[in-house]
């Protein structure tokens, strides 16, 4: 099942987000990144989010028998390009819950939330490495669109690529072939 998420989810989406971070990841981002990472941290980063009356974006949960196991966010687009007005900012799912369409499910109410807001198209970044990631998103009809290098904000130099993927129309996401 595929739902709104709401405050009372912030440690579940934390715990998902940094559990799949690290297996998505592991060989793709510097060890040390991954193995700091906090549940505790992103907890309280998700809670502000969720709780904030002035939050931008969409946030969605993915449940089996009543434990979230992933989550999708989207909002308007954050890099000022005029090829895209909305984002797929995050979708992650813990790894014994992929390839069950749970991925799909959550793309499809980003997508859906995007379209209800407006917002005619989308992106989404992956990793250039991330070959599973791409596969997903080829395959749900999104088409390259331009790469660049990986920022994760603390002024570490990486030499990390990560790949944008484009949906021209946020509406027919909803239709795309699986």
Same mark, same amino acid.
């Given at each position: 099942?595929?739902?709104?998420? !709401?405050? &009372?989810?912030?440690? &579940?989406?934390?715990? %998902?987000?940094?559990? &799949? ?20 941290? @992103? /907890? !309280?980063? *998700?809670?502000? &989010? ?6 931008? =974006?969409?946030?969605?949960?993915? +449940?089996?028998? !009543?434990?979230?196991? !992933? ?12 090829? @895209?007005d ?16 749970? =991925?799909? /499910?959550?793309? +499809? ?12 198209? #989308? ?16 395959? #749900? ?5 331009? +790469?660049?290098r ?12 990560? %790949?944008? @993927?484009? *949906?021209?129309d ?9």
């Amino acid at each position: 099942m595929v739902r709104l998420a !709401g405050p &009372s989810d912030a440690a &579940s989406v934390a715990r %998902v987000h940094v559990r &799949s971070w690290r297996a998505t990841y592991e060989g793709l981002l510097p060890a040390e990144y991954l193995a700091a990472l906090d549940v505790d941290d @992103y /907890a !309280g980063r *998700w809670e502000r &989010s969720l709780q904030s009356p002035f939050a931008r =974006g969409t946030v969605v949960v993915a +449940e089996q028998d !009543g434990q979230v196991v !992933g989550f999708a966010s989207g909002g308007p687009e954050r890099d000022g390009d005029p090829r @895209y007005d909305g984002e797929l900012y995050a979708i992650y799912l813990l790894p014994d819950f992929q390839g069950r369409g749970l =991925g799909r /499910a959550l793309v +499809e109410a980003v997508a859906a939330a995007l379209a209800d807001r407006q917002l005619t198209s #989308f992106v989404v970044w992956v990793l250039r490495d991330n070959t599973a990631a791409r596969g997903f998103y080829e395959r #749900f009809g999104g088409v390259y669109l331009r +790469e660049r290098r990986l920022d994760l904000g603390d002024d570490r130099p990486l030499d990390v690529l990560e %790949v944008a @993927y484009l *949906w021209a129309d946020t509406r027919s996401t909803l239709l795309a072939p699986g």
